[in-house]
């Protein structure tokens, strides 16, 4: 088995991402020697003692990184300033500071300023989820060929950025290196977008008129199915999501919202060609990612 990268490695929120971490380091043994965790609520870090998938547990932020050389932010990114003011006086020299925030201009926006000289920042975004949240929610498979996309500022220091991608290929993520407004765009897109619609439409069934409403739950088709799935995601974590990625997302909004109306023209007008294109259009995105192995 390969050493383990870090000496001990302090994950700061142990959600869905944070205990699937927490669960692959402690079964494999080659991220770090010694894991850490902290939560918001003591409740929380009881369980993730009784489900073993940490050595030692802290409610302090700031004494949980202590003597960490590695420490990860898995909390909500609307959380990280107040989290990086706590824990920058405690970082110990040379260690690196990454998170798995699925926005990067607003987290290096928030937290690059308290990272102290000599302290490493490479912020991450493993591109992998469920919408399940909380310490049960996290399993060994998670990253299984998900992509981790990884947006060093300009001057991070390279053995920095590859010990942070080694920990992600040690959990069974692929690499990309991207510049941070580039990710925020293609997210907004890829998983953002999508997100804001599935809760949109959701609310939309849940207006309506109450005999309606029982006979779309009672008839709900995969369609509509496939949204509510979406659309049980955690409520904090995605408000900061959008507010924390508000350019982009509104940008590609207006894009969709131009594509809607156009759909809405062609079906009032009885385009044939032109829905069907876009159904075709479709089929081809998914059939390309079902060789991509990304569906």
Known sequence: MPEPLFRRLALIGIG????????????????????????RTQRTLDRVMELGIADRVEFDPAKAVEGADCVM????VGAYAALAEAIAPHLAPGAIVTDVGSTKQSVIRDVGPL???????????PMAGTEY???????????????????????????SVEKVAELWRRCGSMIEIMEP?????????VSHLPHLLAFTICGTADDLA??????????????FRDFTRIAASDPTMWRDVFLNNREALLEMLAR????????????????????EDKILRGRVIRQTLIELKQA
């Not at 043994?29 to 850490?36: F, K, M, Q, T």
């Not at 407004?181 to 897109?189: E, P, S």
């Open 210 to 223: 109450d005999e309606s409403r029982q006979q779309v739950l009672k008839f709900a088709a995969t369609g």
């Open 16 to 39: 869905l991402i944070g205990s699937s971490v927490a669960r692959i380091a402690m079964q494999n043994g080659d991220l770090a020697s010694e894991i850490v965790a902290n939560a």
């Open 181 to 189: 407004a580039h990710h925020d765009r293609v997210v907004a897109i």
């Open 256 to 275: 969709f919202t131009e594509d809607a109306q156009a759909m809405g023209r062609a079906v009032r007008w009885g385009d044939g060609a032109y829905i």
């Open 73 to 76: 932010l898995c909390a909500p």
């Open 133 to 159: 949240s909380g310490p049960d929610a996290g399993f060994l498979t998670l990253f299984d060929g998900r992509w981790c996309l990884l947006t060093p500022p300009p001057g991070t220091d390279p053995e």
């Open 115 to 125: 990272i102290p000289e000599g302290v490493h920042f490479v912020p991450g975004h």
